[in-house]
C-alpha cells in the first residue's frame, strides 16, 4: 500500500535526461530522440529557471557546444520557444562515440555567460538504411 502511494506521488511524464546548475540558473534539458544517434537531427529542448526564485527566464541567450575524443565540435545557439522560459535548438553529431556536451547561457547581453559543468554523452551509430526505428 505504502509503494502504491509514492508511486501516486512521483512526476508524470517524461523526466529531463539532465538537471543541470550554475551560480545563478537551473536548468533542465531533453533530447529527441533519445538515445541520439550519429548523423541524425537531434532537438534538445532547454527549459531555463532562475536558480533562486525558480521563475521562468525569458529573453536570455545560450549555446549548446559537444567534442569527441577525435577533437570533432558541434555546436549551435539557443532559439527561444513558445512556452515560458524554455528554449531549443539543434545539433547532429557527426560521428558515434562518447562526448563531451555543454551549455552556457545568460539572461540578457549585460550578465556574463554561465556554463554548467559538461556531461559525457554516448552516440550510437547512424542507422543504416532499412534499419529505421529499430532501437540501440
Not at 3 to 15: E, M, N, T, V
Not at 45 to 50: A, E, F, K, S
Not at 57 to 78: L, P, Y
Not at 99 to 105: D, I, K, Q
Amino acid at each position: 500500500m505504502l509503494a502504491g502511494a509514492l508511486l501516486s506521488c512521483a512526476p508524470k511524464g517524461d523526466q529531463p535526461h539532465q538537471r543541470l546548475l550554475t551560480d545563478n540558473y537551473a536548468m533542465q534539458v531533453w533530447m529527441e530522440p533519445s538515445p541520439p544517434r550519429a548523423l541524425e537531427e537531434i532537438t534538445f529542448r532547454i527549459v531555463i529557471r532562475d536558480k533562486a526564485s525558480g521563475e521562468p527566464i525569458e529573453g536570455g541567450e545560450g549555446q549548446i557546444f559537444a567534442t569527441n575524443e577525435d577533437r570533432k565540435n558541434v555546436d549551435n545557439g539557443f532559439t527561444k520557444a513558445a512556452e515560458l522560459g524554455t528554449y531549443t535548438t539543434k545539433l547532429m553529431f557527426v560521428t558515434a562515440g562518447t562526448w563531451a556536451v555543454g551549455l552556457r547561457f545568460r539572461k540578457d547581453s549585460t550578465t556574463a555567460l554561465e556554463r554548467v559543468n559538461d556531461w559525457m554523452q554516448e552516440v550510437y551509430p547512424e542507422v543504416a538504411p532499412g534499419e529505421e526505428g529499430k532501437k540501440p
